[in-house]
């Protein structure tokens, strides 16, 4: 699935603490996540979104932790456990050609491609098992750095995601980012 790979210690950089300041993980995706809810976090890393979004579904919640590379999945399983967040955390190491989520079909309600969606050759392979494992009514938020990719190739993503059964909901305006938020019907 990968197209250019993050490498795992640029993970330290993205959960900078003054990251939140230009990006807050609880302003971008409070608004789409409440407790109880299935979260699917695609590319989670070292879980700078991983962790609030555990905090957002709360005790009967549970967020699908996915990345490619195990070393942020350490991380990141280190960090939810020393938050006490374990227990709503479930990790997963993904390979270059499928996320590992057959087995959710149908259950998330909220997934995050936070940053990620670039990083994938087969981005329509990539849409696809997403769309798979999100219910009806469920929405998918994805949000790519302006800088780092372009306005033409984010749309054109977008346009993937809708041939994919995706619908437009929204483009929330979150500080240098491209983001679209989509529904499955």
């Known amino acids: 699935m990968a197209n250019h790979v993050c490498p795992w210690w640029v993970g330290y950089l993205l959960i900078n603490p003054l990251r939140k300041i230009i990006q807050n993980p609880e302003k971008i995706v409070g608004s789409y996540v409440s407790p109880k809810m299935k979260v699917m976090d695609v590319g989670c890393a070292m879980g700078f979104f991983s962790l609030p979004l ?3 579904v709360g005790e009967q ?8 590379q195990e070393r942020m999945i350490e991380t990141l399983v280190k960090r939810a456990r020393k938050a006490g967040l374990d227990n709503r955390i479930e990790t997963r190491i ?33 849409l696809t098992q997403i769309w798979h494992a999100i219910k ?13 990719v372009s306005e033409r190739d984010f749309e054109a993503a977008v346009s993937l995601a809708q041939k994919t059964g995706f619908n437009l909901l929204e483009r929330p305006a979150f500080t240098r980012s491209y983001s679209v938020v989509l529904s499955k019907i």
């Open 54 to 56: 555990a905090r957002l």
């Open 61 to 68: 919640g549970k967020v699908y932790c996915i990345d490619l």
């Open 94 to 126: 993904c390979s270059y050609d499928s996320l590992g989520i057959e087995d959710i079909r149908e259950e998330i309600d909220f997934a995050l491609a936070f940053a990620v969606v670039h990083e994938v050759d087969n981005k329509g392979h990539l």
């Open 136 to 148: 009806p009514g469920g929405k998918l938020l994805i949000s790519e750095p302006k800088g780092h």
